[in-house]
């Protein structure tokens, strides 16, 4: 029987309980399709610090390292907040994919049939959209250097640094022209460029690995008119590709097309070695512990794991289907609830998505 090993983080806030949900799924659909799944469960971001007093400890990225996939629920809380910031729970994220090489961030949008009404736009604007989000990972202001605070002249001063270097756009373009052959053919790259220059050698580099793709529409945009289209066409686009910042922001309000961000996965890809799945939405801690928290994207990032990490098409096709028969269903968690359905909190919901897996 083939065996995978997926290096697990539960992490902090309503991470455990979405945790536990996709665990059950996973197992489940594992036993259905033929393989064995063996989680390495290790501390990341504040359960790391309180076990360690570091976000990521160097046996924990060992482990990653060793692994097929990793699959993170949640990390971050406020009572982090005071640490210095090479201490708190995000720089762990940071430096997990820093050390893992994960350059590719895949944020997919697709709307729900059953979730047409859950978004605040108009169900003709969102209607059909299905879109991918490509977002550069681990360059751009994130990651670049010079930064600090400093003080002078009875005054602080703080920056970042945006820089890119030709070879970190052209990998991240490769990956977003593959994908949108591989889906509509289009592709829309966006930047800054009337105003940095980070941004025009982005355009640039854009532009040369476009010659190399002549089967794919590129277009370009620049990122205040990517926001505004987002919500005012959002069906245009096909692939987005954009920089760490961009993306950032960008997937985030592409998350408020579905209805919720408790509904967008993500994956983290690099040339080589395991792939890191997640959530885009944080911890929550608001509502940590009090089984409030919306399962899916949890499960749906699984489902992600199951058909890049690991190669089992049909177990995330499977878990894919569970999620859309349960929402069809009429089950919704608190973030989704409309008039006319029925409101589960988490387990409950993974009880639901657990039956309509197994029916």
């Not at 890049?308 to 919704?332: N, P, S, Y």
Request: proline share 5%; hydrophobic share 45%.
């Amino acid at each position: 029987m083939t065996s995978h090993r997926i290096t697990l983080f539960a992490g902090d806030g309503i991470g455990p309980e979405i945790t536990a949900v996709a665990r059950e799924l996973l197992d489940a659909v594992s036993r259905r399709h033929g393989f064995e799944l063996f989680y390495d469960e290790q501390p990341m971001g504040g359960a790391a610090i309180d076990a360690t007093g570091e976000p990521l400890p160097p046996s924990t990225l060992e482990a990653c390292r060793t692994a097929d996939a990793v699959l993170l629920a949640a990390i971050g809380s406020p009572q982090y907040d005071s640490l210095p910031r090479e201490k708190r729970p995000e720089s762990g994220l940071l430096g997990l994919r820093a050390g893992l090489g994960l350059f590719a961030n895949l944020r997919p949008v697709k709307i729900i049939p059953a979730l047409a009404g859950a978004s605040t736009l108009k169900p003709e604007v969102i209607e059909g959209v299905d879109l991918l989000v490509v977002r550069e990972l681990i360059g751009g202001v994130y990651f670049g250097t010079p930064k600090g605070r400093v003080e002078a002249d009875g005054h602080v001063r703080a920056f970042n640094t945006m820089a890119y270097s030709d070879f970190e756009i052209d990998r991240i373009a490769r990956v977003g022209f593959d994908l949108a052959l591989q889906r509509g053919g289009r592709l829309c790259s966006v930047d800054k460029a009337n105003v940095l220059d980070v941004s025009q050698l982005w355009r640039d580099r854009v532009e040369a690995i476009h010659v190399d793709y002549p089967g794919v529409n590129l277009s370009h945009m620049y990122v205040d008119n990517a926001a505004m289209q987002l919500v005012r066409a959002p069906k245009q686009f096909d692939v987005i590709l954009t920089s760490n910042l961009f993306g950032d922001i960008l997937s985030d309000e592409a998350a408020m097309l579905t209805g919720s961000i408790g509904m967008l996965p993500s994956a983290s890809l690099g040339s080589a070695g395991p792939g890191l799945f997640e959530p885009i939405h944080g911890s929550a801690p608001d509502i940590a512990g009090q089984d409030l928290a919306n399962p899916m994207a949890m499960v749906l990032s699984a489902a992600m794991l199951l058909r890049i990490g690991l190669k089992q098409e049909a177990a995330a096709a499977d878990l894919e289907a569970a999620v859309e028969r349960t929402l069809a269903a009429g089950f919704r968690t608190g973030d989704l609830m409309a008039e006319g359905c029925t409101q589960l909190g988490c387990q409950a919901m993974g009880e639901q998505l657990l039956a309509a897996l197994e029916g």
